[in-house]
């Protein structure tokens, strides 16, 4: 079975090539399967984790930013895969 974690968070002003770089450059105890990073308007980064692995394992995930990187808590999701389509 293949688990997304997606976690997703929203810089402070101004801050976002420095929050794109934080997350960049946070290992994981666990290599996953594949890891993309994302970033969008409003200084919003996203990271998408790929495990093989089923819904409820314990996995690494990437931390909080400490101090005032960001303007709110990271938002984090997990999903279970149900297909691949188009390949």
């Known amino acids: 079975m293949t688990v997304a974690l997606m976690w997703e968070a929203r810089a402070a002003p101004?801050?976002?090539?420095?929050?794109?770089?934080?997350?960049?450059?946070?290992?994981?105890?666990?290599r996953?399967?594949?890891?993309?990073?994302f970033q969008a308007p409003e200084d919003r980064v996203l990271v998408i984790t790929w495990w093989d692995a089923s819904l409820d394992t314990d996995l690494p995930e990437l931390p909080e930013p400490e101090g005032?990187?960001?303007?709110?808590?990271v938002h984090r999701w997990?999903?279970?895969s149900v297909g691949i389509e188009g390949r």
């Open 32 to 37: 996953p399967l594949r890891r993309e990073t």
């Open 78 to 80: 997990r999903f279970e």
């Open 14 to 30: 101004g801050r976002g090539a420095e929050l794109l770089a934080w997350a960049r450059g946070q290992e994981l105890a666990v």
């Open 68 to 73: 005032e990187l960001v303007t709110r808590a």
